[in-house]
Every structure is written in structure tokens, then in C-alpha cells.
């Protein structure tokens, strides 16, 4: 069956759903607040790039603390808008009128749980970024990498299972 095919039903949001938008939202607030509230205290050069230890390797302006709540935000809004059109999505497992509000609801929460994850990774990157240009010490902690493609594996292998398991 076509993404044109399957049924366009939006499943309605339940506890979980309106937690992991709420928590999101302040995640997006809280990553736009850092920058807006240390950078007239930021040195001219700040670190920009971080290496797979965590290091600093690059700098730049201080403006560029920008970058990431702008990405953010893009983020924010591109996957915000994404799950109204659930019927639209990859599934590794056949869509069909039984199944589809089931699906369309784990695949959506994926989503947000994923939304909500690179917002907070981003609130952390940014952190390090200013809290290391204000101490002079810049770095992320030697666990961020393995935090980051942790945490994406949990939740993709989450959906999997459940997707699976709610054919």
C-alpha cells in the first residue's frame, strides 16, 4: 500500500505525548535563554567544533553560539510539523486500516522522544560551549559521543520492537 493509500487518521495524544512536547518545549526555551542570557559575558573567540574526546578543536566568534538554537529551532519546527503527516513515514511493517492509528502513534512518539533528545543534547553542547569559553577550560565530557549514539540507538530500537510487536 502507498503512503497515498494509507488511512490519514491523526491518533489523538495522550499523557505521554503531551509530556514529551511539553519537556521538548522547555528544552527549545531553555536552549534559546543560554545564549541570550551569558553572552554579553563570552570572550570575543569561543570554541565552535568539539573532537570525539570531547575536546575543542575549533573557534570561532561568539556569535556563533547562535548556531545551535538556530538549528535547533529549525529542527523544532521541521519535526514538529512532520508528525501531522504520519501517513507519509518509512514503517517496517505493512500499514493497513486495523493497524495504522497504532503505528502512526509509536512512529510519532519516536519522533518527539527524538526531537526531545537532540534538543537537549544541543542545550548541553551549547552549555559546554559557554561554560568553557567563561572558565577557559573548553570540553565537553568524554561520555557525550557514546551518550549521543546511545541514546538514538534506545529509542530507534524501541520503535522497532514496538512497531514489530504492533503489527
Not at 489523538?12 to 509530556?19: G, N, S, T
Not at 538554537?69 to 503527516?85: D, E, H, Q, V, W
Not at 514503517?91 to 493497524?99: A, E, F, G, L
Amino acid at each position: 500500500m502507498s503512503f497515498e493509500e494509507r488511512p490519514r487518521i491523526k491518533p489523538e495524544w495522550q499523557q505521554v505525548d503531551w509530556f514529551l512536547e511539553g519537556v521538548a518545549g522547555l528544552g527549545m526555551l531553555l536552549l534559546l535563554l543560554l545564549p541570550a542570557t551569558y553572552y554579553s559575558e563570552l570572550p570575543d573567540m569561543i570554541p565552535t567544533h568539539f573532537n570525539a574526546r570531547g575536546e575543542a578543536d575549533d573557534y570561532g566568534s561568539k556569535a556563533s553560539i547562535w548556531i545551535l538554537p538556530l538549528i535547533g529551532a529549525a529542527l523544532y519546527g521541521f519535526l514538529t510539523s512532520l508528525n501531522r503527516y504520519p501517513h507519509v513515514f518509512n514503517y517496517s511493517v505493512k500499514i493497513t486500516p486495523d493497524n495504522a492509528e497504532t503505528q502512526y502513534r509509536l512512529a510519532i512518539r519516536m519522533l518527539r522522544g527524538l526531537k526531545l533528545f537532540m534538543l537537549f543534547l544541543f542545550t548541553y553542547i551549547c552549555w559546554g560551549t559557554i561554560r568553557g569559553a567563561l572558565a577557559g577550560d573548553p570540553g565537553l565530557s568524554s561520555w557525550f559521543v557514546w551518550l549521543t549514539f546511545g541514546g538514538i540507538a534506545v529509542m530507534l530500537i524501541w520503535y522497532l520492537i514496538s512497531a514489530t510487536r504492533a503489527k
